[in-house]
Every structure is written in structure tokens, then in C-alpha cells.
Nanobody, 116 residues
Framework: QVQLVESGGGLVQPGGSLRLSCAASGFTFSLARMTWYRQAPGKERELVAGISGTGGFTNYADSVKGRFTISRDNAKKMVWLQMNSLKPEDTAVYYC?????????WGQGTQVTVSS
């Protein structure tokens, strides 16, 4: 079965950095586009970043472009989201996601709180 497990969330000050990890199992990871989403209280879940199976193409929400970097290591079956210059509005639960065989899979989420 497909399993995605996020980690690395926590409390950071504005301007700080955090690196989120997603460990994947149960599918052919190298063929899968991987994405990070986030959901703040009272807000819709939004796409933060995506990366193609080979890592050759990435895309980012305008709100995080230039601050966040998505990366992957197919040998390790890992995806990361490096978050720099964090702002209070980045506070949300962050989810790792993939779509395989027409099914949408989500991790359990990891809380990121940016506050003084």
C-alpha cells in the first residue's frame, strides 16, 4: 500500500528556516510526481510545490517562489521541502501528496508554525 510520512515540522521564528521530509513507500517512487500542499485554519488546501519523477521539473506557488525549494532522491524514496525566509502566513499543516493509478494519496501532515 502507498504510504507517505511527513516529518520536520515545528515552531520557527519569522525569517527562519525549516526542512520538511516525506518518506514514501508502496509504489514505484521514481515514476511519481510528488507534491507538497499546505492547509491553514479556515483556508483551502493549496499546492505549495511539485516535482516531476526525475526531478527535472519543479513548480511553486507564487507565494513561496524564491523561498522554498522542493527536491527528491529516488534511491532513498524521499522528498524534501526546504523552507527559508519563513513568514507567519506560512503557518499551516503541510502534506506530502502523490497520485498513482488514478488514486490520490496523502501523508498525515506536519505542523509548521511561524511565530515570534
Amino acid at each position: 500500500q502507498v504510504q507517505l510520512v511527513e516529518s520536520g515540522g515545528g515552531l520557527v521564528q519569522p525569517g527562519g528556516s525549516l526542512r520538511l521530509s516525506c518518506a514514501a513507500s508502496g509504489f514505484t517512487f521514481s515514476l511519481a510526481r510528488m507534491t507538497w500542499y499546505r492547509q491553514a485554519p479556515g483556508k483551502e488546501r493549496e499546492l505549495v510545490a511539485g516535482i516531476s519523477g526525475t526531478g527535472g521539473f519543479t513548480n511553486y506557488a507564487d507565494s513561496v517562489k524564491g523561498r522554498f525549494t522542493i527536491s527528491r532522491d529516488n534511491a532513498k524514496k524521499m522528498v524534501w521541502l526546504q523552507m527559508n525566509s519563513l513568514k507567519p502566513e506560512d503557518t499551516a499543516v503541510y502534506y506530502c501528496n502523490t497520485v498513482r493509478a488514478a488514486n490520490n494519496y496523502w501523508g498525515q501532515g506536519t505542523q509548521v508554525t511561524v511565530s515570534s
